[in-house]
């Protein structure tokens, strides 16, 4: 990976921060702080805002209460962001041709697009599949396809919305696995997650969402060993949370 | 001999004012349909990717004018080539570019519309994902454009088929002229109104041919481009 | 896929395209407008070659109706017309659209018919008795209805038997506003009468139950007569080129080439150039 450009996004911080659209109250009073490290885990119900919440992160709806910022800034260009959206789409072109294309769209030089693509795919597990049409592949691929499309962007921080919730656990353990390794090498990740398992196996900090309101955040030992606030009880026990 | 017959023959020995004839008309249609190529599909994908007032209207009267009679527009575009008329100092009548310039306005719609579907249905399918790479507005025109490329080639192939099969608008404007204007259609108008009417069918079998030729070529290509999609 | 390679591409095609337009460019060149009957009876396909062998100038023949063909040369849209109706040809002159008229050939029309002849006028030699006939009988008739020639010739007919077809029609009688060929096939298919001219009639090649019935008769004496348009209203006429080709026409020898083109031994046009009252 390169040198990170020297204004950072990061922290993200949400501070009383809402979301309506039309009548319908999203998000509301969100005080969050993203920042540097561990990757950050939201869970919570569906509906409870968590794609919300990650787009808004990432720049791509603006806040109607409240405000965002990104390293201090009330507004930075999304050069250093990616985002893995929850049912990501693949351009009609081969594998290879789909992380080219995130390529060229991040502004990097022809010139470099072979030698990347051919890291990005190896590092999701898919490098026999180059030539293979996007479409074609399996759901777990296409996945990993969008994990290395995203990864192309060279981002400093990282959004992934539920990126294992339709994989077998093989596929799964290939996507935490990247996560992992991406980690290691300094990118933050932010992800949503339906799996308590998978979010103690990766949190870092916890984000309990209900009903767009922030109920409780943690590190992950402690937030699911003495959860505080009874909602987190019941939600950890695995009780509905309506 | 029978009419079939004698195109067959025509075909087959090479009859130079047949070929003229065939070549003439593949070169008329193909312009037409680049040109309205050139016009229509930037146009289709412009109204695709953007919202103005009245777009529905846009939209309905766009759709409409695939149905354009082509004899009103051959009867539109010589008024205004004739000498008489406002673009009369061109001298562009009775010429093969006025039968293009015809045609072009005939398949501009046509393009346009099936442009403006194809680029709309893959929009809504990837417009998320290109505002999460951050593509910019020219850039994601182009993207659309090229991977609707093979739903675009079946609406020039559309717009082909209706220059090829049209008479209406190049006999008014080309007035088939014998080795200039003459087209596979404004031949058989002819030849059925000199009442040789087996040859006039022969030369539709041998249009019939020639489209259906052109066609297999498309699918050939779109075949073998998606082999190699990439 | 904006590559230069695919750009070059992308251009050359479209210079492929423009440059296969550049060859419909030639040299010398006239634009005549001359009627569908003259077209249909392939006098042109016969002549044209002959003159551009002779002079190197190619003349692009426009078919339409007389009315029509005259309407082209108003436009300036033609450097000559070449019809057959006299009455047209001289209102024309009138209106200062053209600068003098040479006849240059004839022939005749030809009262065609069905085999079956319902209205009984096979062999007639008094062709307003024929019409009228027709008319009484209620028998179909096919009329071009589009201002030609030949469509002002059957007009007359229909005057000089007594008859204003205008009040006297009736379902019987066809309009189709189309050329000879149409014409004739419309005849053909319904069992009708048409008046045609009798070069058309000689070249049509689908005559089916249709025969020539009446003819002979002078009324039926159909004159050619050819029209430079005026380069003072239009400036854009070759007027050199135009001249040229009628001079042709009129000429001993393009007299001579007329004559020549027949159909199965039989002559179509009988020149007449020299026949100053025609």
Avoid at chain 3, 124 to 148: C, H, L, N, P
Wanted: net charge positive.
């Amino acid at each position: 990976m390169t040198m990170r450009a020297p204004a950072s996004d990061l922290p993200i911080i949400f501070v009383e921060a809402g979301i309506l659209v039309g009548e319908l109250t999203i998000l509301e009073k969100i005080s969050l702080l993203i920042g540097p490290g561990t990757p950050t885990v939201l869970i919570g119900p569906n509906g409870s805002g968590k794609t919300t919440l990650l787009r808004a992160a990432m720049g791509m709806i603006p806040v109607t209460r409240g405000r965002v910022t990104w390293g201090g800034r009330e507004a930075s260009p999304p050069t250093r962001r990616a985002i893995l959206l929850q049912r990501p789409v693949m351009l009609r072109r081969s594998a290879a041709g789909n992380v080219r294309y995130a390529l060229g769209a991040a502004g990097v030089p022809r010139a470099e697009h072979e030698q990347r693509t051919a890291d990005l795919l190896a590092l999701v597990g898919l490098e026999g599949l180059q030539r293979r049409p996007a479409r074609r592949l399996s759901g777990g691929e296409q996945q990993r396809l969008a994990l290395a499309r995203a990864l192309a962007r060279d981002p400093a921080v990282l959004f992934l919305d539920e990126p294992t919730a339709s994989l077998d656990p093989y596929a799964t353990k290939a996507i935490e696995d990247v996560v992992r390794v991406i980690t290691a090498r300094g990118v933050k990740v932010v992800m949503s997650t339906h799996d308590l398992g998978q979010a103690k196996r990766i949190g870092g900090e916890i984000v309990l969402l209900h009903r767009g309101r922030l109920v409780e955040t943690g590190q992950a030992t402690e937030f699911f060993a003495n959860p505080s606030t009874q909602e987190a009880k019941k939600f950890i026990a695995g009780e509905l949370l309506v | 001999m029978p009419g079939n017959v004698s195109a067959l023959h025509l075909v087959l020995t090479g009859d130079p004012a047949l070929y003229a004839i065939v070549r003439l008309s593949l070169i008329v249609s193909l312009s037409a349909v680049l040109f309205a190529a050139l016009i229509g599909v930037p146009l289709g994908a412009l109204i695709a990717l953007t919202r103005f007032r009245g777009r529905e209207v846009v939209i309905v009267v766009l759709n409409a004018l695939m149905g354009l009679p082509p004899v009103v527009v051959g009867l539109a575009v010589f008024l205004s080539l004739s000498r008489s008329g406002p673009l009369g100092p061109w001298g562009l009548l009775f010429t093969p570019q006025a039968m293009v310039i015809a045609q072009t306005i005939l398949v501009a719609p046509i393009i346009a519309a099936l442009t403006r579907q194809t680029i709309e249905d893959l929009w809504v399918e990837y417009q998320d994902e290109l505002a999460a790479m951050n593509v910019g507005p020219a850039r994601r025109v182009m993207t659309l454009i090229w991977d609707a490329r093979f739903s675009l080639v079946t609406a020039l192939l559309a717009g082909f088929g209706r220059a090829a099969a049209e008479v209406g608008a190049i006999i008014i404007v080309g007035g088939n002229i014998d080795g200039f204007t003459r087209t596979m259609t404004t031949a058989i108008a002819l030849e059925t109104s000199k009442g040789d009417l087996p040859l006039a069918i022969g030369l539709g079998m041998v249009l019939i041919f020639i489209i259906i030729l052109i066609n297999a070529l498309a699918w050939g290509a779109r075949r073998a481009g998606e082999r190699y999609a990439g | 896929m904006l590559s230069r390679r695919n750009l070059i591409a992308a251009v050359a095609f479209v210079a492929a395209v423009c440059g296969a337009h550049l060859t419909f460019a030639q040299d010398k060149s006239i634009v005549v407008a001359s009627t569908t009957s003259t077209q249909d009876s392939g006098l042109f396909e016969y002549l044209l070659p002959l003159y551009k062998q002779k002079t190197g100038v190619t003349v692009k023949v426009i078919a339409q109706g007389t009315g029509q063909a005259l309407d082209t040369g108003r436009r300036g849209d033609a450097d000559v017309v070449f019809v057959h109706a006299k009455s047209a040809e001289l209102k024309f002159l009138a209106e200062g659209h053209g600068v003098k008229r040479y006849p240059v050939m004839y022939n005749d029309f030809v009262l065609i018919g069905p085999k079956s002849d319902p209205a009984g006028i096979k062999g007639m030699k008094d062709v307003g008795k024929a019409f009228r006939t027709i008319k009484d009988k209620q028998a179909s008739f096919i009329s071009r209805g589009d201002r030609s020639g030949t469509n002002i010739a059957e007009l007359q007919l229909w005057k000089n038997s007594g008859i204003d077809i205008d009040k006297d029609r009736g379902p019987w009688y066809k309009s189709i506003g189309q050329g000879m060929g149409a014409a004739l096939n419309t005849a053909g298919a319904i069992n009708a009468y048409v008046l045609s001219d009798r070069g058309t009639w000689i070249n049509f090649k689908n005559k089916g139950d249709l025969q020539i019935l009446v003819e002979g008769d002078k009324r039926m004496f159909n004159q050619y007569g050819v029209v430079l348009v005026n380069p003072e209203k239009h400036p854009n006429v070759k007027k050199d080129l135009g001249q040229q080709f009628i001079d042709y026409l009129i000429s001993p020898e393009g007299q001579n080439d007329i004559a020549n083109y027949k159909i199965n031994g039989e002559q179509l046009f009988y020149p007449n150039a020299n026949d100053a009252g025609a």
